[in-house]
């Protein structure tokens, strides 16, 4: 019976081609889409819950208070996990990693930046790496031990084992390697190549028992069977029992979320990057549903042609589960059909998919599983496009099925494929005017105005060997006729480093403890930066000795702080009193999606670990960063001259909008891609279906143009009727979208008018296509006796 069933739809296939064709490449498309999207949410859906332990390993997250918003921060001061280990017998382990910038590792000539951090042995006791070489645990017990990752291993010692040799950090410290693991995984949000032990920062007196000091993230393991909601309940006052901080709650959040969850709202999880995860799986899901509507829509509108076929069968005995066993077995063979031009279109594009979403995806045709799942997802995708066509064929009654009256509707066909063909177009429109949008969100952020000149201006990090020579440095690199400013800096101005709400001025409420941003500098920061200067100067140590306790704030301060004459205003910070010497314009370090920050760039009293230099405007990029290289070769001879480009860092800080943009564009070109092919399929039988119509009107002088609008006016009102349906929806969906952003578009009407104009002219493009080819049909041909 299943041979038969086989053969039968093999022929059925053969004799409709182009119906076939269409089918064929429109699920190929849609399921080729759906299995990029799933290989992608099944590596983000993996990320760091790999872990034999991670059903009990958190997070250790806070919360606070402030001007009536719910704050929440996962960084810690030093002695926060160790007395966590020591109040709660719950705890098994603790871990504590620092989030630095890249340290400089050296081995006899070979130089080279790598990801560090100090962390506790907890660290891998908790997380589970692979370990090649030693015992990483007991590495990070001695302050003087070093735990390498393969890839790092090799570069410094080559094919020889790592093991006992010794490894210089920022050429100030000698470490023993005690141990080599595994590279890190892709699906990890840990960066690191390089862990050095925690208790080399408090061997050199960098670790401090102040609870305000919040420079760490602590992670904790819970003994088996502990109950995590009873144990934060216990653990929500830890910081308030251990600190003057009563305002402060603390909670433990669960690693295995962390990835996908780590977005808070008033204290909760309410979401983070399983949103998008979501959004494009059903993205994808609606692609490959266009398809199967494709299928749907095409199999009815040859149900007039198949009635007698129908109405045969059952004359001569098949019963209707014969029928609807049939139908499926036709969907089904051209669903795996689909999905073998499913695959192909994968494996050619899985390495620029890749790229798409900026991880390093496991290939899913060396898996198993992937081709057990994938004949279930065949064989669904089957049964379900060709249910519909099934049921509906095989009800035909033989008397009325014979007399070929199942499509007496001459317009456009029944109402149900009026209905697919609204929803298939009611998501495009949905989509190109979304992705449009979207788009405009970008690029108005993209074109914000930073109070920052990003341009020809490029960062380094400071060494030991610089910060031993760093006068000379700077004196030799502005003798340079390329370089215009230099200035030292305690973060990059891409990134903030540091803040706090700890700061005091005249007039300041004591119940108000504003977040305010800090940073330091040496010397004209407004001018190597670009800042508008609004009131007073800029700091410059050189020239004015005091100003070491200086500071210029941003007009964000100023409003903050409530100050009406900044200028020589008194600021205590810590221990230190800074006098506001100048106002700059508001200038952004972080997000550029988010507001303006208040920040307060002070004299050089903590360490100024980046250097910043400004080139001539005009100049030779390739000449300039070849001279300043030489000064930096005699300054800080043996170290990789590692610099970057503020305007690329800054332009990183889009990639996640950029990727979400172009996988919308993708799928929103499939989908009306996708579209179009059943429109064009639709449109081709409507004008089989009409042509001998065609040829009496075009006997009694019908013209070709007039022709093509009877044709195609079904079907552009169909998706006019779309385009009025769609725009409410969107509407909503993206406003909601930019509800997201601090720094967000007004949505533009315009936006929708050209959605529609593109949607109308594509249906009808599309449509016209096959109109003109019946318009232009001899009349002879169509009206002479079959």
């Known amino acids: 019976m299943i041979k038969n069933y086989i053969k039968i739809a093999w022929r059925n296939i053969q004799r409709s081609k182009g119906f076939t064709l269409i089918n064929v490449a429109g699920l190929g498309i849609g399921m080729a889409a759906s299995i990029l999207i799933l290989i ?206 009563a305002e402060v709650s603390d909670f433990l959040f669960p690693i295995r979320d962390l990835h996908l969850y780590s977005k808070f709202e008033n204290g909760k999880s309410v979401g983070g990057k399983i949103e998008m995860i979501r959004l494009f799986g059903v993205v994808s899901i609606i692609v490959l549903l266009i398809a199967a509507i494709n299928f749907v829509n095409l199999s009815t509108a040859q149900s007039d042609k198949r009635s007698k076929e129908v109405g045969i069968r059952k004359i001569s005995g098949a019963g209707r589960g014969m029928l609807i066993g049939q139908f499926l077995a036709e969907s089904i063979l051209i669903a795996i059909t689909g999905y073998l031009v499913a695959i192909v279109m994968v494996n050619l594009t899985f390495p620029w998919f890749k790229d798409l979403v900026g991880q390093e995806l496991e290939n899913p045709f060396n898996q198993p599983y992937f081709w057990w799942i994938s004949i279930g997802y065949v064989f669904v995708t089957g049964i379900l496009a060709g249910s519909y066509p099934a049921f509906l064929m095989s009800s035909f009654q033989p008397a009325i099925a014979m007399k070929s009256k199942m499509n007496s509707n001459r317009s456009f066909g029944i109402k149900p494929r009026e209905v697919l063909v609204v929803f298939q177009f009611v998501i495009v429109v949905i989509l190109i005017s979304s992705v449009w949008i979207v788009r405009d969100q970008l690029s108005y952020v993209q074109n914000r105005d930073l109070g920052i000149d990003k341009d020809n201006l490029i960062f380094h990090q400071v060494t030991e060997s610089i910060r031993n020579n760093k006068a000379a440095l700077r004196n030799e690199l502005l003798a340079l006729p390329e370089v215009a400013e230099v200035s030292y800096t305690f973060s990059p101005l891409t990134n903030i480093h540091s803040d706090t709400d700890g700061m005091e001025w005249q007039g300041k409420d004591p119940e108000y403890s504003p977040m305010i941003s800090r940073m330091g500098t040496d010397a004209n920061l407004v001018k190597t930066a670009g800042m508008e200067l609004i009131a007073g100067r800029d700091i410059d140590i050189y020239t004015y000795a005091g100003d070491s306790l200086s500071a210029i704030v941003n007009e964000k301060t100023v409003e903050v702080m409530g100050l009406d004459d900044p200028i020589g205003q008194v600021i205590k910070d810590d221990s230190f009193e800074f006098t506001i010497v100048g106002v700059v314009k508001d200038f952004i370090m972080e997000s550029p999606f988010d507001d303006v920050i208040p920040i307060m760039v002070m004299g050089p009293k903590r360490n100024l670990n980046f250097i910043h230099i400004r080139f001539a405007e005009g100049g030779n990029y390739v000449n300039a960063l070849t001279n300043v290289e030489a000064v930096f070769d005699k300054f800080n001879p043996d170290s990789p001259f590692d610099y970057k480009f503020v305007d690329q860092e800054h332009a990183r800080k889009f990639s996640s909008q950029e990727r979400t943009a172009k996988l919308a564009a993708l799928f929103t070109g499939l989908a009306i891609l996708i579209s179009c092919m059943g429109l064009l399929g639709l449109s081709a039988f409507v004008a089989e279906q009409r042509s001998k119509e065609i040829s009496v009107r075009k006997v009694f002088g019908a013209s070709v143009a007039g022709l093509i609008r009877l044709i195609s006016s079904d079907f552009t009102k169909l998706v006019l009727v779309s385009v009025v349906l769609a725009i409410p929806v969107t509407w909503y969906l993206m406003d909601s979208w930019l509800d997201t952003f601090a720094y967000r578009i007004p949505i533009d009407w315009k936006v929708f008018l050209w959605t529609g104009i593109v949607a109308m002219v594509l249906a009808f493009i599309t449509v016209s296509s096959q109109a003109i080819k019946a318009a232009l049909v001899n009349p002879v041909d169509s009206l002479k006796n079959e």
């Open 40 to 245: 992608w949410v099944q590596f983000e859906l993996s990320v760091d819950r790999f872990h034999e332990n991670s059903d009990r390993v958190y997070a250790n997250w806070r919360n606070t208070e402030m001007q009536g918003d719910m704050f929440t921060w996962d960084y810690t001061p030093a002695t926060y996990a160790p007395t966590i280990k020591e109040q709660f017998p719950e705890v098994e382990v603790v871990a504590r990693i620092t989030e630095w910038d890249q340290s400089l590792l050296t081995v006899g000539e070979r130089n080279f930046y790598e990801e560090t951090t100090f962390t506790d042995p907890g660290f891998f006791e908790m997380f589970s790496f692979e370990v090649l070489e030693g015992d990483p645990v007991a590495a990070l017990t001695e302050p003087g031990n070093i735990v390498l990752t393969a890839s790092v291993a090799k570069k410094l010692f080559g094919e020889a084992s790592a093991l006992g040799k010794t490894v210089s950090v920022e050429k100030q410290w000698d470490f023993e390697v005690k141990a080599v693991i595994e590279d890190l995984p892709e699906n990890t949000d840990f960066p690191f190549t390089v862990f050095l032990p925690f208790k080399k920062l408090e061997a050199m007196g960098w670790v401090d028992d102040y609870w305000g000091n919040n420079s760490f993230r602590t992670f904790t393991m819970l003994s088996e069977g502990t109950d995590i909601t009873s144990f934060n309940e216990k653990f929500k006052d830890f910081t308030a029992k251990n600190s003057e901080m």
